[in-house]
């Protein structure tokens, strides 16, 4: 492999002025930027993105923690956080932690190792959690992704989900259902425990019972749905109305409703949480609660940016307000 030695010495130059060519850091003639080119194109050089990161002490590199599951509203955000990483000549390795705290220390680890010049966590492992490897290693700016309290310094970008499960809410009651059920994610984790809060808030202000035989708690995912309707129907006669805590948790819902003969929504009016982009393709289409998923990408990566070239101590959060979408699944009654 060609090195910046053998390219100056084909070119007759300097290596300094390889570099200065190569980089555009000196004004250098003409013949000689020409001469230089030559000399690259015919060696085949390819610069060394290592050697210049430990000159110049970045890498121009993010690295991003993300619990692998088959909800698209991940995908979704790490699509936005690749395009502004794209955007802004910023690398981006991606990490999936298998929802493992042991796996997340390793990729962790091994991030910080690569020297990576940010980190972005999107895993509700970190919730909670004071890392050692922050001790081990040299501080990293951090941005923490739409998760709970979390025990090392990071800023934080979040879904205002006490709000979006209020609006979800106030959507059924003025659609005039009364009977309102609310199936939750996992209880343990902030998101879930806010939507509930926003669902009760609009239950209490519109001076509606809440009936715990209604509230179930289940994985955010499609069998998670299905285990809290299943749950929610076997408990006795069913609310007109329920708030499901995400779209993927709703599609669950949706389809094991069919399997029992309800009709939605004609039997049982469903609202989700998320706006993924299947949730306008199912039938019927989806009324939900949507998140700026893509802004959410792009809004991480700023932060990022802007904690690094602002040599940014303090930690700040930013929240992202979510707004209703009406598509065909609650009926007004």
């Not at 609202?271 to 991480?300: C, E, F, M, N, V």
Request: with cysteine; aromatic share 6%; net charge neutral.
């Amino acid at each position: 492999m060609a090195t910046i030695k053998d390219v100056a010495k084909r070119a007759g130059v300097s290596t300094s002025t390889v570099s200065h060519v190569l980089n555009k850091t000196r004004f250098v003639s003409e013949d000689i930027s020409v001469r230089v080119m030559a000399a690259v194109e015919e060696l085949n050089y390819a610069p060394s993105a290592l050697a210049r990161s430990l000159k110049v002490n970045h890498t121009r590199t993010f690295g991003m923690l993300v619990t692998t599951s088959t909800n698209p509203f991940f995908g979704e955000v790490v699509k936005g956080v690749e395009r502004r990483c794209y955007e802004q000549g910023y690398n981006l390795i991606l990490c999936n932690t298998e929802g493992d705290v042991e796996r997340m220390r390793s990729n962790l680890d091994t991030l910080l190792q690569k020297r990576v010049d940010g980190l972005l966590l999107m895993c509700s492992e970190v919730e909670g959690r004071d890392f050692d490897l922050f001790t081990r290693h040299q501080p990293v700016p951090t941005v923490v992704m739409d998760w709970g309290p979390i025990g090392f310094p990071s800023d934080k970008i979040q879904d205002n989900s006490h709000h979006g499960g209020y609006l979800a809410t106030r959507h059924l009651i003025e659609k005039g259902h009364t009977k309102i059920g609310c199936l939750t994610g996992p209880l343990d984790k902030l998101p879930a425990q806010q939507r509930l809060s926003g669902f009760a808030q609009a239950m209490e202000e519109a001076g509606l019972e809440i009936n715990k035989q209604w509230i179930v708690s289940g994985s955010f995912e499609c069998e998670g749905g299905e285990q809290a309707f299943n749950e929610i129907y076997e408990r006795g006669p069913l609310p007109t109305a329920l708030f499901v805590c995400n779209d993927m948790m709703a599609m669950g819902v949706i389809n094991t409703a069919h399997k029992k003969g309800l009709s939605v929504p004609d039997d049982i009016s469903i609202i989700g949480y998320d706006d993924i982009k299947l949730a306008k393709y199912i039938t019927p289409s989806l009324t939900t609660i949507h998140q700026p998923k893509h802004r959410l990408g792009q809004q991480a990566v700023d932060t990022l940016l802007d904690k690094i070239q602002n040599k940014r101590a303090s930690n700040k959060v930013i929240q992202l307000e979510p707004t209703l979408v009406e598509r065909d699944s609650v009926k007004a009654i």
